[in-house]
């Protein structure tokens, strides 16, 4: 706590030795975490110059592989949501004693994630939880909505449930009374400060956000703060912090069993997923499941009922719940699985590139993906999530097809580095394969095939049962076509499909329940583009849906085993008359 009291009181102090002012969102504060870190004996001074270079790790804002830092920072209003995720391991999953501490700007205030991260903290009554609001007054390019009106953050923080208490936020003294403070409920310190204090020319003025001071201007600064700080006679001694959180293991997480389903059996790849779940957190007690308030058509109720104690309810706020999801898997405290319907994550993208940039490993499961959803309608169907995570740089995208395969992406997705992404499905399929299947990420399975076959399908999810259909059906014809089924869409399995493509003279179809754009039939063609002599058609929704029965909507829109016998038809025929 000594070194937050020093950042919040001599930041701007810090700040100048990098020879800038930095404002209210304090991840632009990096100069004086880095400061610190020179005082306590960690880094060089000299090292502190290179902020920013290319081959230096103290970047302009703190990221994971500097030690000490958790999770990124400088999207701003996800830092508390993140501190949640934290303090709510602490309370209910360690039982520890230590305390989380969220350093704010008043300039993210006015993100609505924010107060989502309020609800929840106070909701769950997180005592050990501590916000500090640095008011400054000043924003980027204006002054901040409420200025220094601490009185009005007071009552914000208070009607959300929090303690509140108003600071001067150069005040050392006032400051760590306060921290010391008995709790009953969340703490929120509205600390009132004035941006470049002690720097006649630029205190409390615009203009001056992330700007270097010229150089005259900062030597004399330097000078006139070296002299006060020689003269200060204050010494801190805090009480060294107490280790009680229990050891914890998140390695070797693996199913007890093999999955119990009978090929034929009918069951929806979203229903495998709660019983996935459940199943695993019978093997290790630092499991833990989130969701949405969707949890009875996600199937996470399942786990719930099983494992309350380890289930966190998130209510409708995608975003603070991925935060949240972040912060309960940092540290490696915890394995997390975070769900809601597919199309919801989309309002979550910013707290989804963050937790990659956080080098998170949270796994997150999107329901009711696609138009076969359907009467519900395009607002609740996710035919943009595989574009969303495609473009996450740490993401891995499981697409199961069945209960085993999804039972076998739940239990992969536990050991998996980075973002994990599981799409599972509403209608209910028969299973595929056998329970001894074994499954790899970034490996693709041949789930039908002959010597015969003119033409490669790759489908996924509904379109892959659709794609098995229409082999039967083409059968009939004569027309022989091979069925792959691709599992994770990223990593996608190049290997297998260029192989089994070459077979099949160059001929690939992809169908998926996606739009076209950023979808499975996007990331196989990126897979081929430099193979000689290959053609691929693809086969997506691509217009906005309307409401309608699931067969219905994939037949209007394309996607369905008819759909991929007239496809096949007319590849077939055009390289008929291509000869």
């Not at 880095?34 to 306590?40: F, G, L, R």
């Not at 006060?228 to 914890?248: G, Q």
């Not at 053609?535 to 219905?552: C, D, I, Y």
């Amino acid at each position: 706590m000594a070194v937050l009291w020093l950042v919040i009181d001599f930041s701007y102090i810090l700040q100048l030795v990098c020879n800038y002012v930095c404002s209210s969102p304090q991840g632009h504060a990096a100069p004086a975490l880095y400061s610190m870190w020179t005082e306590t004996g960690f880094l060089k001074e000299s090292e502190l110059f290179s902020l920013c270079q290319v081959e230096s790790n103290l970047e302009g804002h703190p990221i994971p592989k500097q030690q000490f830092v958790d999770v990124a920072t400088g999207s701003l209003g996800q830092g508390l949501g993140v501190a949640c995720g934290m303090a709510y391991t602490g309370k209910y999953f360690d039982k520890s004693s230590y305390r989380v501490f969220c350093l704010m700007g008043d300039g993210e205030l006015s993100e609505g994630a924010v107060w989502e991260a309020m609800s929840f903290a106070s909701y769950y009554q997180l005592d050990n939880l501590v916000a500090i609001l640095d008011i400054n007054r000043l924003g980027q390019t204006d002054p901040a909505p409420l200025q220094h009106h601490v009185e009005k953050y007071q009552k914000r923080c208070e009607a959300f449930g929090w303690h509140a208490i108003i600071v001067d936020g150069h005040s050392v003294e006032e400051l760590c009374k306060a921290l010391s403070q008995a709790r009953h409920q969340p703490t929120a310190i509205i600390a009132k400060t004035t941006k470049g204090k002690g720097i006649p020319a630029v205190e409390d003025k615009m203009g001056w956000h992330a700007k270097p001071l010229p150089k005259d201007m900062a030597e004399g600064v330097v000078k006139d703060l070296q002299a006060r700080i020689m003269n200060s006679s204050k010494r801190l001694y805090p009480a060294t912090p107490m280790e009680d959180a229990p050891p914890v293991s998140l390695c070797n997480i693996r199913m007890p069993s093999a999955p119990a389903y009978k090929q034929g059996e009918k069951v929806s790849t979203r229903k495998a997923y709660g019983m996935a779940l459940a199943k695993l957190g019978r093997y290790n007690e630092r499991v833990v499941v989130l969701d949405g308030d969707t949890n009875n058509i996600t199937y996470s109720e399942i786990f719930k009922n099983e494992h309350p104690n380890r289930f966190v309810e998130c209510y409708i706020a995608q975003q603070n719940m991925v935060s949240v999801a972040t912060g309960c898997a940092a540290r490696e405290r915890n394995v997390v699985y975070a769900s809601t319907l597919a199309s919801f994550f989309t309002r979550a993208y910013d707290q989804l590139r963050m937790a990659a940039i956080s080098e998170s490993n949270i796994n997150l499961c999107g329901s009711h993906c696609g138009l076969s959803i359907g009467e519900d309608g395009p607002s609740q169907m996710g035919l943009e999530d595989i574009a969303m995570f495609r473009a996450i740089p740490t993401a891995t995208i499981f697409y199961p097809s069945d209960g085993v395969s999804i039972e076998k992406a739940v239990e992969l997705a536990a050991s998996t580095k980075g973002v994990c992404y599981i799409r599972t499905s509403r209608p209910e399929n028969p299973i595929i394969y056998s329970s001894n299947e074994d499954f790899h990420v970034g490996q693709a399975k041949v789930v039908y095939q002959s010597t015969e076959d003119k033409v490669t399908v790759i489908g996924a999810g509904i379109t892959l049962h659709e794609a098995v259909a229409a082999a039967e059906m083409l059968k009939k014809e004569r027309i022989f076509i091979r069925v792959i089924d691709p599992f994770t869409i990223k990593p996608l399995d190049s290997k297998t499909i260029i192989e089994h493509a070459r077979q099949t003279r160059g001929r690939i179809l992809t169908v998926e329940d996606h739009y076209y754009e950023g979808g499975l039939g996007e990331a196989v063609c990126s897979a081929v583009v430099n193979e000689q002599g290959f053609t691929l058609q693809r086969l997506a929704v691509a217009h906005v849906p309307r409401s309608g029965k699931p067969n219905e909507l994939l037949k209007i829109y394309g996607i369905d085993r008819e759909a991929i016998c007239q496809a096949i038809r007319k590849m077939l025929s055009g390289s008929a008359n291509a000869k």
